[in-house]
């Protein structure tokens, strides 16, 4: 997973026509430690998505602009709108990601 610093490479990542997942962190966070944890084979099963990492205490005007309450939380990005939008609460477990990630396809 890329880790983006500025708004500007967020901007150049989410404006493409292919969906991109943004991952909203940060480093003290316990539960997006927890979510290191498991995300990787997610991130296999799910590789029609780039995946990036954004740490919302560098970026905060972006968590803010994106309605990023609670971290982890998951956007899902296509032509620069957000499309999808997993809130920390239910990003806890393997299981609730790939829900969420599996009712994006219908």
Sequence with gaps: MKSLT?????????????PVIVKFQAGWCPDC????????????????YQWFDVNRDELPDLAEKYDVMGIPSLLIFKDGE???H????NAKSPESVTEFLNDQKE
């Design 86 to 89: 997993l809130h920390s609460a």
């Design 33 to 48: 430690t927890r979510m290191d944890m498991f995300i990787d084979p997610i991130i296999e099963e799910f590789n029609q």
């Design 82 to 84: 957000k499309t999808a």
């Design 6 to 18: 500025t708004n500007d490479q967020f901007n150049e990542v989410i404006k493409g026509s292919e």
